[in-house]
Nanobody, 120 residues
Framework: QVQLVESGGGLVQAGGSLRLSCAAS????????MAWFRQVPGQEREFVAA????????YYADSVKGRFAISKESAENTLYLRMNRLIPEDTAVYYC?????????????WGQGTQVTVFS
């Protein structure tokens, strides 16, 4: 089991910045990949960014490339999402997810989400 707790969301003016945090606990040694998704009410959950938990490349949705940066502090079991030059379209609930490979396949864990609201 892996537990994820997001924080750092809030209300910000367009053009501003926020940094989201995702604290992981439990069987963190088994995590392979972590990612950020976001969801607007009534819409499907959307991929934002992902990173290997140990090493390797990062991936971004085209809509956030060049504005958002995913990073991690493995020693503290924390994933971050630095969001710059925010626009109203970035308004959503942001979720952290961890993927853990196992014998039966990959199991995904999700946090409870943190609200980000960008006003113009």
């Amino acid at each position: 089991q892996v537990q994820l707790v997001e924080s750092g969301g809030g209300l910000v003016q367009a053009g501003g910045s926020l940094r989201l945090s995702c604290a992981a606990s439990g069987r963190t040694f088994s995590i392979a990949t972590m990612a950020w998704f976001r969801q607007v009410p009534g819409q499907e959950r959307e991929f934002v960014a992902a990173s290997s938990w140990r090493y390797g490349p990062t991936y971004y949705a085209d809509s956030v490339k060049g504005r958002f940066a995913i990073s991690k502090e493995s020693a503290e079991n924390t994933l971050y999402l630095r969001m710059n030059r925010l626009i109203p379209e970035d308004t959503a609930v942001y979720y952290c997810t961890a993927s853990v490979p196992g014998r039966a396949g990959v199991e995904d864990y999700w946090g409870q989400g943190t609200q980000v609201t960008v006003f113009s």
